[in-house]
């Protein structure tokens, strides 16, 4: 055996401890005890070609504790298709051993090794978790059974061509922990009835479905309900569920919080022997129910084929070896007739099956690979819903239709891409290597995407080309997913690292793929010209913000290119599909808005962890970012007090700190800094309290009688101050430390000299007071601040302020909010903050981790379902190299790996528009202009040509003509070119390298009627 990396995990008595910084998205989906469960497991995987080795990186990314891989074969040229760690050089040597360094170079905590003795009983019983593929039948039922025995989890999986299957037997009692890994659901209680009908606050659902369980706390009149017991669920409605009687246990009061807890549960598999006889399907696309059925024959009769003639599948699109393929599909089928449940054979589907037999694809091997490496960790972790048991999926959709395939041109040319050739043929594939297509991001999404072309060999031709864009530099929590990445490569340019890996994947992309680092967006239409659009075929999105998603949904409709669309979310994925003139475009449907938080529940009446934690990200920001930022547009601007304040309606507040900042509290040294910290944890989190207790008593009713502090409103307590709690002295430390920041003083963590200064503090003693007003629900007016500076108050602090002349070159230093950065101090100083104010309002506290997910707005990601994703809009990308014009042909894929969950529609059609008898798209048709005319002469076109009557013409956010315009001033415009009409009423010129120019229009038609128009379209040059 080959020991290839023996760097393990640290481990301390609490078991393996994780690297947060490489695994931090990753932890988001899968949580601590799942990652450390990983992080013992020991996984097996045979045959290391594309699915082989897809999966094995997947796996070493999500962290195990090893992975042993077999796969003795010679590489061959042909492995090439789909096996991205193989290179010419390895041409003879085995596939395992050639892969194994490469792999080990993903992640150092992962130990990698190759397996050269037999797999036999012994070497199989050292792991948890057995991956067969390239594996004949008759050794996976051999396998299979001795792991079923002693509950080792086995996978078993195959790609062939465009047709793929999964098995999966976690043996007997496998256990799952989590099935849906989806944050627990949690609200208010509003009453509670002796049948145990829970009713819930009637402006929040409860969100729970049936048989999901909850636990309750702080329920007043039934004390046994707080015994933290979990009590199963019965929806009523979305405001009310069933428990089951509560009678004898006393009477609902008040109060009462529910919390959906996970029960950890066990499911049974089957053997491969008894489900190859009845098998049990996850069905992958419902528009294909009878496929399973077919390919479950299929698959079997291949592995017959294969018996018979030395392992050799059928030969690419060969009708002997295709007819010889259903003649044992038959006798199986006659043999079992219970599979196809009196179905016919679907012979046309099982001959396609025999064509693509030696075809492997790259977009098949990342959708698999992601699927099965997600199966190895569930199996490892107990995390998630594992498949039961088999799972069939096809792409036959992917064939092209525009490029017939025959015997001769899908023969092996004895290049890298001839499992590719196999399937699509020589032409297709040439088709493809002359494709001109623009990446816009190089992250996640888009390391696997320019994988998957460099295998496929898009953009090698001739006339093909790859642009990929990307303005970020590597971070070490990418390194965790974006796999083109390496440690040493930490702090370079993304795009220009990546387009390096996939030229060294395949050196046929070598002069055809350009880095760049400009971003997206209207500021680089100079870089991302006329010329540069109008030489792409299309379109693929790799990025992680609406805006670029939208930005680029836009250009893409202008200049009428295709555009594929992507994204993840932990374990969901989705992908989209945008063709001229045939569907709908990415921004003709958005998701609904995020539930905004009213600001009267930050400021005084949280309830739940994310209350506190938005509030503590305020703070940081009200502390360390705009008091620093205010102070320094004061020192730069003479008449900031004068201008900047008139426009503010919180003046008292800025000019307060800009007095506290550069006069009263102005720090010298790192104690004062400490002083300051220590002032802010008095203020924030006790006399504030305090003065709410004054305004609101505990025993406060409403003007109806009823309890003020009642329902969503949970009455706090102030803290004080003790150096011995973690937490307190958590906060001052990082406030400390980032007060100084803001002065250019150097910080400190020595408990020593924080205790030492806070030993000498002397607190001021607070007294609440009357006047001071606090609002208590959303639609309440705030009592804002004098916006006066004739106010004497305001104009004393506008006056004891230093005059910037006296303070010149003196500059404070913002803090730049760095979420990922563990070493300064922002992520501490917000989880501090945050739980102080939940322990105010005896909310349960969050940890560091979930803080950070929170206050960073963190999308949680895992390479499985990249790698799933990436591959299902690499099989639409060759729908659209094919050229293919119905909507049928193409599919918009919804997935969730952790149920698992596949759905499939197609897109949605581009909307038509109608007016005086013509229909129009709506999204990709255009009114084309090719020179610059007079406003008068549009409006005379448009009158001729197309029946309408212009009654508006705006030109982006400039309305360049209405017809309620007085009479003079359109006069003056009808004689102006439509350039000089922009530059007329925007006050500027129309930028040097526009060559083409879009102008909205309302228009009557010939009724007189409003209607829905195209856009205009200006060609300049």
Not at 48 to 77: C, F, H, Q, R, Y
Request: proline share 6%; net charge negative; charged share 25%.
């Amino acid at each position: 055996m080959a020991d290839t990396n023996s760097m393990q995990i640290d481990n301390t008595e609490d078991g393996p401890v994780i690297d947060e910084g490489l695994y931090s998205r990753q932890l988001y989906v899968l949580g601590e005890e799942a990652m450390k469960r990983l992080n013992t497991s020991n996984i097996l995987i045979v045959g290391l070609k594309g699915l082989g080795v897809e999966i094995a990186k997947n796996v070493t990314l999500a962290g195990v504790k090893s992975i042993t891989l077999w796969d003795p074969a010679p590489t061959k040229i042909e492995d090439l298709s789909s096996q991205f760690f193989l290179r010419e050089e390895d041409i003879g040597v085995s596939r395992a051993v050639a892969s194994a360094p490469r792999l080990a170079e993903l992640n150092q905590y992962v130990k990698v090794s190759v397996l050269e003795s037999p797999l036999d009983a012994p070497t199989i019983s050292q792991f948890q978790v057995v991956v067969l593929t390239e594996t004949s039948l008759e050794t996976q039922l051999q396998i299979n059974e001795f792991t079923h025995q002693y509950n080792i989890s086995f996978i078993s999986a195959d790609v062939r061509g465009l047709f793929g299957v999964i098995f999966n037997d976690f043996g007997t009692n496998f256990q799952i922990t989590d099935a849906t890994g989806n944050e627990p659901v949690h609200g208010i209680v509003s009453d509670i009835d002796e049948d145990g009908n829970v009713s819930v606050l009637d402006d929040s659902r409860h969100g729970l479905e049936d048989g999901d369980y909850v636990k309750f706390t702080e329920v007043e009149g039934i004390p046994s309900l707080n015994d933290g017991h979990p009590r199963k669920v019965k929806v009523l409605g979305p405001y009310a569920f069933n428990i089951g009687s509560l009678s004898g246990l006393g009477t609902y009061v008040k109060g009462g919080l529910f919390t959906q807890v996970q029960v950890p549960f066990t499911v049974d598999f089957e053997p491969l022997s008894k489900q190859l006889e009845k098998p049990e399907y996850l069905i992958s696309d419902f528009a294909k129910m009878e496929r399973p059925a077919q390919l479950h024959i299929g698959f079997q009769a291949l592995q017959g084929f294969a018996n018979k003639h030395e392992g050799q599948l059928p030969r690419p699109f060969n009708d002997e070896d295709a007819n010889e393929l259903l003649h044992l599909a038959r006798t199986l089928s006659e043999q079992n007739p219970s599979i196809l449940d009196g179905a016919e054979l679907d012979e046309n589907l099982l001959k396609e099956l025999a064509y693509q037999a030696r075809g492997d694809l790259p977009p098949m091997t990342a959708v698999f690979g992601g699927i099965v490496a997600q199966e190895v960790l569930k199996a490892s972790s107990g995390k998630f819903g594992p498949i039961k048991q088999y799972f069939y999926y096809d792409s036959l959709e992917s064939l092209p239709e525009k490029f017939p395939r025959t015997v001769e041109n899908t023969a092996a040319t004895g290049s890298r891409y001839d499992n590719q050739i196999a399937v699509f043929g020589k032409e297709f594939h040439e088709q493809i290597c002359n494709i001109r297509e623009f990446l816009v991001g190089s992250g996640a999404i888009g390391c696997e995407m320019l994988k998957n072309w460099a295998l496929m060999g898009l953009g090698t031709g001739p006339r093909g080309k790859i642009v990929v864009t990307d303005m970020d530099s590597i971070e070490k929590s990418n390194l965790n997913r974006q796999f083109l990445f390496r440690p040493h490569d930490v702090g370079k340019q993304k795009s220009e690292v990546a387009a390096r890996a996939v030229v060294t994947m395949n050196p046929e992309l070598a002069g055809h793929i350009e880095s760049k680092q400009e971003k997206v967006g209207t500021d680089t239409e100079n870089v991302f010209d006329d010329d540069f659009w109008n030489g792409l075929d299309g379109v693929t999105n790799a990025l992680d913000n609406v805006d670029a998603r939208t930005y680029m949904d836009r250009r893409c409709v202008f200049y009428r290119k295709p555009l594929l669309e992507s994204g993840t979310l932990g374990t969901k994925g989705n992908t989209q599909v945008v063709y001229p003139g045939l569907t709908e475009s990415y921004s003709s449907s958005q998701d609904p808005p995020e539930k905004s938080i009213p600001l009267c529940t930050l400021r005084s009446f949280p309830n739940q962890i994310e209350h506190t934690i938005a509030w503590a990200k305020n703070l940081f920001q009200e502390s360390f970012v705009l008091p620093a930022e205010n102070v320094n547009l004061y020192l730069s601007h003479p008449d900031f007090v004068e201008s900047t304040l008139k426009q503010s309606g919180d003046q008292k507040t800025i000019l307060e700190t800009l007095q506290s900042y550069l006069v009263t509290a102005k720090p010298l040294t790192f104690d004062e800094c400490i002083v300051w910290a220590r002032l802010e944890f008095e203020k924030k989190y006790n006399n504030e309290i305090a003065q709410l207790l004054y305004n609101f008593p505990k025993d406060a009713v409403t003007s109806s009688g009823s309890p003020f502090w009642s329902g969503p409103k949970r009455a706090p307590n102030p803290l004080v101050f003790d150096p011995s709690n973690d937490t307190h002295m958590n906060f001052i430390i990082a406030g400390a430390n980032l007060h100084a920041f803001n002065y250019g003083l150097k910080g400190c963590t020595d408990l020593a000299v924080f205790n030492k200064v806070l030993e000498n503090i002397m607190v001021p003693e607070f007294s609440p007071r009357s006047g001071i007003r606090i609002q208590v629900n959303e639609n309440e007016p705030v009592e804002g601040n004098s916006t006066s500076l004739e106010d004497d108050e305001l104009k004393k602090l506008a006056e004891s302020l230093p005059p910037p002349s006296s303070l010149a070159g003196y500059r404070l230093v913002p803090v730049e909010f760095e979420k990922d950065d563990d070493t300064n101090h922002h992520i501490d100083f917000i989880t501090a903050a945050s739980n102080l104010r939940a322990l105010n309002y005896a909310i349960e506290p969050a940890d560091r981790l979930r803080t950070k997910l929170i206050a960073g707005r963190i999308i949680p990601a895992i390479a499985t379902t990249t790698a799933l994703v990436t591959g299902l809009v690499n099989l639409e990308l060759y729908k659209v190299a094919d050229g293919k014009n119905k909507l049928e042909s193409y599919k918009n894929g919804f997935v969730n790996l952790s149920l698992p969950f596949f759905g499939f529609s197609e897109p949605i059609a581009s909307p038509k528009l109608k007016y005086n008898g013509k229909e129009v798209d709506k999204i990709w048709d255009r009114f084309d202009l090719d020179k610059d005319i007079t406003l008068k002469a549009l409006i005379d076109y448009f009158k001729e040509k197309e029946g309408l009557t212009i009654t508006m013409l705006s030109y982006g956010v400039s309305l360049l003509y209405a017809s309620f315009f007085p009479a003079k001033k359109l006069q003056d415009k009808y004689n102006l070119p439509l350039t000089k009409l922009i530059e007329s009423v925007s006050k500027k010129p129309v930028p040097d390298h526009a060559k083409t120019l879009i102008f909205e229009i309302c228009a009557d038609d010939l009724d007189d009627e409003d209607v829905e128009v195209p856009y205009i379209s200006l060609k300049l040059r």
